[in-house]
Each structure stands twice: as C-alpha cells, then as structure tokens.
C-alpha cells in the first residue's frame, strides 16, 4: 500500500517540484505560526493593565527576524552556496553559528513572550515562568496546544474587541 503510493508519488512528481512543494508549505506553516505570535501578543497587550504591560521592541524585532532567516534561506537559491562558501572558512562557521543562536533565541524569546502575556492577560498580574510554564510549552507544540489556547485567548480579546467591559459581555 505505501511503497505502492510512494512509488507513483515519485514517478509521477519530479522531485524538485515535491521538495518545492515541501519547502512552500513550510514556509506557510512558518509564517502562520510567527503571525500567530504577533496578534496574540498585540491583541492581549490591550488586555493587561498598564503597569503590567510588556515592551513590544524586541517580540517584532525576533519576528522580523524569523521571517528575513526564512525568506534568506528558503527563497533565496544564492544562499545555499553563499552558507557553504561561508562553511569552508573558520569566520564563517562562527558566523553562521552566531546567526542560528540568534535565531533560535529569537524563537524561544517569541514563544515566552506569548505564553507570559497569555497568562498575564488571564490572572491581570505580573508573572513569571513557573506561572505560564505550562502556556510556553503548549505554544512551542502549536499544532496540538493551539486548540487548548485559542479558546482561552477568544475568551480574553472578545469583550475588548466588542467594546465592552466584561460585566456588560456576561
């Protein structure tokens, strides 16, 4: 059964069309999920007191960056050779290590920015990692964790995107 559709699947693709296709749906899936980030955070910010409220420079500064990283390597097809250029000298290993700590720090400062404003928004006070530890890792696992935040988040934006208070909204 599966040798058998695999077998056609690649017989009938080429397959650089089946890895474009792979690398687009990537990309989507990518970009969904950054732009996910920035409306729960932009959204829920509305949501906390001002006191509370966090500095948003740095959350756009790590999705931006999220997306350049992803357009540079998945679209650009100079820079598959421009990295194994980089790779062959001790310079560009270091900087090509710096560049994905960068990013993959940008991807952890995302998900805690978005997990502590969830829970911030939720409890309308300052928090700390103990406290939305759970919210952090059902956001990094989005496709499962999605459908038990999003409820929670529908529920936190509804009456501030209606305009009323939540005494009017119940």
């Known amino acids: 059964g599966l040798h058998f559709t695999s077998t056609i699947i690649f017989l009938t693709f080429p397959i650089g069309a089946l890895l474009e296709v792979m690398l687009c749906t990537l990309m989507l899936f990518i970009s969904i999920t950054v732009l996910w980030h920035y409306a729960v955070g932009a959204s829920l910010q509305q949501t906390i007191p001002e006191e509370l409220r966090r500095a948003t420079g740095f959350f756009k500064i790590a999705l931006v960056a999220l997306i350049a990283f992803m357009g540079i390597i998945f679209i650009l097809p100079v820079s598959g050779m421009l990295i194994a250029l980089l790779a062959t ?8 290590s710096l560049l994905i700590l960068f990013i993959t720090f940008c991807l952890v400062y995302t998900l805690y920015y978005s997990a502590k404003i969830l829970k911030s928004a939720e409890l309308q006070r300052q928090t700390d990692f103990s406290d939305f530890s759970k919210e952090f890792f059902l956001i990094w696992f989005l496709p499962i964790g999605i459908w038990i935040l ?3 988040i529908n529920k936190l934006v509804q009456p501030v995107s209606a305009g009323l208070d939540e005494e009017e909204y119940v």
Do not use: F, M, N, Y
């Not at 000298?89 to 090509?96: A, K």
């Open 89 to 96: 000298t001790l310079g560009g290993r270091i900087l090509i």
């Open 150 to 152: 999003q409820p929670r």
